[in-house]
């Protein structure tokens, strides 16, 4: 679970800022806590501020900080992206810090970078309320001369500590992290940490929609349960079904089979999937793909069916679909993944192109058809979200940007102690919890 992040100098963050899911006392919606040790994590996030605010900022900070752990290193020069409106943010770093849990274990991984060098990198086991025990430090030196720090257990072997010091040596780049490495530090604690870090932390920003909906493809039987769903929202699509060729029809009529499915794969193309594994499918585009089944290769292609004016239904082509449409059922995949445990999804706007109404009730099918430890942070305009029949205090965060200095800040609802009956919407509105766009509407007039 993702418990903390910090930030500064990146975007509109210039002076440390925390964004957490630790939970209050808040006796509201026990079922959105869970419980690590002696420490409680909710399990949403709805962030409101005004446009302009820094609200799809925090999104790229975090998502930024991701990109670098699966990456390995910086591929980019980090100054791009710092602070720019203090003079004296420009030769200070820019940091991130994530602290997150596996199971009971609580981890605090954190980097220190300028220009294209990693100048400190940390890693500390935090699970003990008291002490924080380091597992990894980095200290880049300059010269390409670093100094290292384990973990007494990582750094007990002769074999361990040969590799060890030909990491502080000889191996280790400036913009490489050193978490990087664990594959080659012989450490199966560390590469379960990036693997997670990696694969459970996912991302849905306010024009993309998934790059593929190839688990649709593979699993097909999900199709059922996607339909159900879909068919609450009012976009006209009664199913969701796969159409499904073997092979050796295609090569039969190949020109029409290119030509419905709006293709532009060769002939040879397709007979050279002849020879595909069961392991790897062959993509062809996002909805669309060949799959070997039960030692018979198949095509796949997903359709969302329609009723025409007699009832027959009528395949569309996701790209067919409107925007809104899309947006849906790019959400669906994390109400499709309920049973996958430990997942952490972050939504930039997540009622961009959706009705308002049909936003509402898609969190709230969210926040109650929901299992395990999953966590679900997102950025958002729409009011009618800011009820305590979705959300405790703790899970609503605002955003404001100093209109002075122009940095960022960062607050969550329960600091104002609002009292039991008082209508949050309203005041957030009229202004009360910052947050919202302070107009000159003088200039508006024509």
């Known amino acids: ?4 992040f910090t930030v500064s100098n990146f975007l509109s963050f210039d002076e440390e800022t925390v964004f957490d899911m630790l939970a209050s006392s808040s006796a509201e919606h026990p079922d959105h806590v869970s419980a690590i040790g002696n420490v409680k994590v909710v399990k949403n996030a709805a962030i409101y501020g005004a446009n302009g605010s820094g609200k799809s900022n925090l999104v790229r900070a975090i998502d930024t900080f991701i990109s670098i752990i699966k990456n390995g290193k910086l591929s980019e020069n980090i100054n791009t992206y710092k602070f720019k ?3 004296g943010s420009k030769d200070l770093p820019v940091k991130f810090e994530l602290e997150f849990s596996i199971g009971d274990t609580m981890y605090l991984y954190g980097i220190e970078c ?4 990693i100048e400190h990198e940390w890693l500390y086991d935090t699970t003990d309320p008291v002490n924080d025990e380091l597992l990894l430090e980095r200290k880049t030196l300059g010269n390409r001369s670093y100094k290292l720090r384990f973990y007494q257990k ?3 072997t002769p074999e361990q500590k040969g590799i060890n010091a030909l990491l502080e040596k000889n191996l280790l780049r400036d913009n490489e992290l050193f978490l990087n490495y664990h594959e080659t530090l012989l450490i199966d604690d560390l590469s379960v940490i990036v693997n997670y870090v990696k694969n459970n932390i996912i991302f849905i920003v306010r024009y993309s929609t998934l790059s593929n909906y190839h688990n649709f493809l593979k699993v097909p039987s999900v199709t059922t349960e996607t339909s159900e769903l879909i068919r609450r929202f009012d976009t006209g699509i009664e199913s969701v079904t796969i159409k499904e060729i073997p092979l050796e029809s295609i090569l039969e009529d190949y020109s029409n089979f290119v030509q419905k499915y709006n293709l532009t794969l060769s002939k040879k193309d397709i007979e050279d999937i002849q020879n595909l594994s069961p392991d790897n ?15 018979q290769v198949m095509f796949r292609q997903l359709f969302f069916e329609h009723k025409d004016i007699h009832g027959n239904k009528v395949g569309f082509f996701i790209e067919q679909e409107s925007d809104g449409t899309r947006r849906i059922v790019d959400l669906l995949t994390i109400v499709l993944s309920k049973h996958v445990k430990d997942l952490v999804w972050i939504i930039d706007e997540i009622d961009n192109s959706l009705h308002p109404n049909l936003c509402y009730e898609f969190v709230k099918l969210l926040m109650t058809d929901r299992n395990g430890n999953s966590q679900i942070i997102f950025t958002t ?8 029949e979705l959300f405790c205090d703790d899970e609503i965060w605002f955003v404001e940007k100093d209109k002075h200095k122009g940095n960022t800040s960062l607050y969550p609802l329960f600091e104002f102690d609002v009292k039991e009956g008082f209508n949050i919407q309203d005041g957030y509105l009229l202004g009360r919890f910052g947050g919202v766009p302070i107009l000159d509407t003088h200039n508006f007039m024509l």
Do not use: S, V, Y
């Open 1 to 4: 679970m993702l418990i903390r």
């Open 85 to 87: 409106l203090n003079p």
């Open 114 to 117: 300028n220009n294209k060098t």
């Open 154 to 156: 990582w750094d007990e």
């Open 281 to 295: 499918p062959h993509l062809i585009r996002k909805d669309a793909g060949f799959f070997r089944i039960n030692d």
């Open 381 to 388: 305009h729409q009011p009618n979200l800011l009820t305590r």
